[in-house]
């Protein structure tokens, strides 16, 4: 029911800023919480970020609070990270995920992006 495709990723020096973009096609994207994950190599897969689906709660790892932020605008079906104060540990694979279930609860997410690549170099 919901398809979704990231942007944003890129190059960008420790200290820097990005912002990723996660644009979802479906009728029902209002419905689902949104959620941000990222995996670096040799890493386990991370949950970053989270948000309901009216985007009132959000959700942040301690890894990242205070630098990331989630947000959403359901009139234009988009999700959002952005991500400021970046350090090399931030380097990964970042996913946007959506799911029907709790947005602070990795098992919510069952529909994922193909993923956005971020390096921070230092």
């Known amino acids: 029911q919901v398809q979704l495709v990231e942007s944003g990723g890129g190059l960008v020096q420790a200290g820097g800023s990005l912002r990723l973009s996660c644009a979802a096609s479906g009728r029902t994207f209002s419905s689902y919480a949104v959620g941000w994950f990222r995996q670096a190599p040799g890493k386990e897969r991370e949950f970053v970020a989270g948000?309901?689906?009216?985007?009132?709660?959000?959700y942040h790892a301690d890894s990242v609070k205070g630098r990331f932020t989630i947000s959403r605008d359901n009139d234009e079906n988009t999700a959002h990270l952005q991500m400021n104060s970046l350090k090399p540990e931030d380097t990964a694979l970042y996913y946007c995920?959506?799911?029907?279930?709790?947005?602070?609860?990795?098992?919510?997410?069952?529909?994922w992006g193909q993923g956005t690549q971020v390096t921070v170099s230092s």
């Open positions: 948000i309901n689906w009216s985007g009132g709660s959000t």
């Open positions: 995920a959506a799911g029907r279930g709790t947005y602070y609860r990795t098992n919510a997410f069952n529909y």
